[in-house]
Antibody, heavy 117, light 107 residues
Framework: EVQLVESGGDLVKPGGSLRLSCAASGFTFSTYNMNWVRQAPGKGLEWVSSISTNSSYIYYADSVKGRFTISRDNAKNSLYLQMNSLRAEDTAVYYC??????????WGQGTLVTVSS | DIQMTQSPSSVSASVGDRVTITCRASQGISSWLAWYQQKPGKAPKLLIYAASSLQNGVPSRFSGRGSGTDFTLTISSLQPEDFATYYCQQANSFPYTFGRGTKLEIK
């Protein structure tokens, strides 16, 4: 069974940093592109970032470019999101999602990031 | 960026009804469209990919159609567990974009 488990969400002050992790199991992690998708409270879904299998290709939404860094460790079956210079508008549940033909076919349960003073 | 416009934003329906949700892309995306279902407090679930392909395990009452810029998701006979919010997403090019969602409520 595919499992994606996010962790690292917390309350952080504006301008602060946070690192999210996603532990994958139940599939061959190194053969799938991976993504972060977020959802602000009461709002819709927003794609944040994607990373290819060997980290050769990385993409970001304009809203996070220059502040967030996606990475992965295939040996540890883990995906990461380093978030710097956090803003109130980054407050959201952050989901780790597996790509299958550019769709998100498996999702984690999400981790809540709250940016507030 | 490709904008995805979903309609309606909300719809009320009864068990057994047929419901259709529409998604329009601001430019052609071929068949690179997916539909997701999300229930409160839960992660989204992939229903349809490549505009009309049913994800494994998804009931056959769900169907998708369309190509280019206009797409539909149809639920042929609503069941109680189908009341949720539905999102379309284009997978044609980065940045991936979602529609704003359609909330399906019980009448």
């Amino acid at each position: 069974e595919v499992q994606l488990v996010e962790s690292g969400g917390d309350l952080v002050k504006p301008g602060g940093s946070l690192r999210l992790s996603c532990a994958a199991s139940g599939f061959t992690f190194s053969t799938y592109n991976m993504n972060w998708v977020r959802q602000a409270p009461g709002k819709g879904l927003e794609w944040v970032s994607s990373i290819s299998t060997n980290s050769s290709y990385i993409y970001y939404a304009d809203s996070v470019k220059g502040r967030f860094t996606i990475s992965r460790d295939n040996a540890k079956n883990s995906l990461y999101l380093q978030m710097n210079s956090l803003r109130a508008e980054d407050t959201a549940v952050y989901y780790c999602a597996r790509s299958a033909d550019d769709n998100f076919d498996s999702w984690g349960q999400g981790t809540l990031v709250t940016v507030s003073s | 960026d490709i904008q995805m416009t979903q309609s309606p934003s909300s719809v009320s329906a009864s068990v057994g009804d047929r419901v259709t949700i529409t998604c329009r892309a601001s430019q052609g995306i071929s068949s690179w469209l997916a539909w997701y279902q999300q229930k409160p407090g839960k992660a989204p679930k992939l229903l349809i990919y490549a505009a009309s392909s049913l994800q494994n395990g998804v009931p056959s009452r769900f169907s998708g159609r369309g190509s280019g810029t206009d797409f539909t998701l149809t639920i042929s006979s609503l069941q109680p567990e189908d009341f949720a919010t539905y999102y379309c997403q284009q997978a044609n090019s980065f940045p991936y974009t979602f529609g704003r969602g359609t909330k399906l409520e019980i009448k």
